[in-house]
């Protein structure tokens, strides 16, 4: 069993979990991930030194969160993207999203 028919029987998929960042926007920015993610848990998580930074949690893949984050443009205000620039095996994952990207 392949792993689509795996997860359309029921299955869970074994890349899916849960997928914490930090977003460093305006309340505005935020609308677009939640537009996306209607069941994400956001909370304020400013402080003296950052304004404007939420905690955002959602459960989903690395990939398909990336490629929504490149999607909206609201890479540029993820920490965990940013990150994932610095990371040799993300910059594979992030060359394959930007590639599929460009297919459709």
């Known amino acids: 069993m392949n792993k689509t028919t795996y997860i359309q029987q029921g299955g869970v ?8 960042d930090l977003i460093y ?4 920015e935020v609308k677009e991930l939640t537009a996306i993610y209607p ?17 955002f ?6 990939k398909n969160y990336f490629k ?10 993820s920490l965990l993207f940013q990150l994932a620039i610095r990371t040799k095996e993300d910059r594979y ?7 599929e990207l460009k297919v459709t």
């Open 13 to 20: 998929d074994p890349l899916v979990m849960n997928v914490y």
């Open 25 to 28: 926007c305006a309340v505005e």
């Open 39 to 55: 069941t994400a848990t956001i909370s304020d998580a400013s402080d003296s030194v950052h304004e404007e930074l939420f905690s």
């Open 57 to 62: 949690e959602i459960t989903d893949t690395r």
């Open 68 to 77: 929504n984050l490149l999607k909206t443009g609201c890479f540029e205000v």
């Open 93 to 99: 994952l992030l060359d394959e999203i930007v590639r």
